[in-house]
């Protein structure tokens, strides 16, 4: 998108073709930017870029068109590409508008496979959401960035070593078990620890947890969506955690889920967020002071949970 803003004002400055430009070539978003290289009805063939009707390159012989006299006009961007010191940099390039559309040619080619992709497993995953029967429940899971135990007023020192606890929240959806009731309920658990290592030994214990949570709601299916990080959730010794706590929970049924590469944002993110958030918050304040995993706990306690009752869409439990 980086590249994308630098092309979108290059279209505006032709009063000529404004009109023209704006609704046939303006790009406001990563998705949008792909449909314009696809057909109107995509297929598989358009999205791996084997159909002979769509493609990058009409889009991109249109922006040519327009750019006009500008196209060889020495111009600069940024764009994400691998360097000595990280996987990947934010790079100041500079070079004509040829070579700037060059570039943006280049990654779209296979930006597309990665949008549709993702696009078709949210929508997969939103449909199986939607459509749970009783007694049958989802349950997606993620670590939120480590919480920094900060101090409203500190002295020097202590800014420089701040504690940090692990979050790990859990979302559940499942149907209202109440006869006659037709709403789907979420619940809200974040697991609090100070232990940092985020391994799998920890997620084996959170997802005992969650385990003997969904069996306290009378569920009998529990299907668990994550990421596919090899050291926490997609590897062997994860998978053996798993075959041990079927075992122990012999009345649920377990099935595990994984999300594409970059494709798991889910409710977990905004939940992990609304308690740091609300943590730091109430540090700022000068109302609690917060430098440890039991202090988050407590707060978090105190503060934030919600007792659940019958159809009430919300509930935040800590352990």
């Known amino acids: 998108m980086l590249m994308v803003d630098s092309v979108n004002p290059l279209l505006r400055k032709k009063p000529e073709v404004k009109n023209a430009v704006t609704n046939k070539h303006k790009i406001t978003h990563v998705e949008e930017l792909v449909d314009k290289t696809l057909c109107d009805s995509v297929t598989r063939d358009c999205v791996e870029r084997k159909c002979t009707k769509c493609g990058v390159e009409k889009l991109m012989s249109g922006i040519r068109v327009e750019v006009g006299d500008q196209l060889y006009e020495v111009r600069e961007w940024k764009r994400w590409e691998k360097s000595e ?3 990947k940099d934010l790079v ?3 070079g004509t508008v ?3 559309l060059g570039f943006l040619t280049e990654d779209l080619q296979l930006l597309s496979k990665h949008v549709k992709f993702a696009q078709w497993q949210r929508n997969q995953c939103n449909n199986f959401r939607d459509s749970l029967p009783i007694g049958h429940a989802m349950c997606t899971a993620d670590f939120a960035e480590n919480y920094l135990c900060k101090f409203q007023h500190e002295v020097q020192s202590a800014h420089w070593s ?6 790990h929240p859990c979302v559940f959806f499942y149907r209202c078990p109440v006869s006659g009731c037709r709403k789907n309920l979420n619940d809200y658990l974040v697991f609090i620890s100070n232990d940092l290592k985020h391994d799998s030994s920890i997620c084996k214990l959170i997802f005992d947890k969650c385990m003997s949570h969904a069996e306290s709601k009378g569920i009998v299916s529990l299907q668990i969506f994550s990421d596919g990080c090899g050291s926490q959730y997609k590897s062997r010794l994860p998978f053996y955690h798993l075959t041990e706590l079927q075992g122990s929970h012999t009345s ?16 977990c993110d905004s939940c992990g967020g609304t ?3 609300c943590a730091s918050r109430a540090v700022a304040s000068g109302k609690h002071v917060i430098q440890s995993a039991k202090d988050l706990l ?8 919600i007792s659940p009752f019958s159809c009430f869409p919300f509930l935040c439990t800590e352990s």
Request: overall charge positive.
């Open 85 to 87: 010191r990280s996987p």
């Open 92 to 94: 100041l390039k500079s």
């Open 98 to 100: 040829a070579d700037l």
């Open 162 to 167: 701040y504690h940090q606890v692990t979050l």
């Open 252 to 267: 649920l049924k377990i099935g595990r889920h994984f999300f594409g590469s970059g494709h798991g944002k889910s409710l």
């Open 275 to 277: 308690v740091k958030n």
């Open 298 to 305: 407590n707060f978090c306690k105190s503060e934030l949970e």
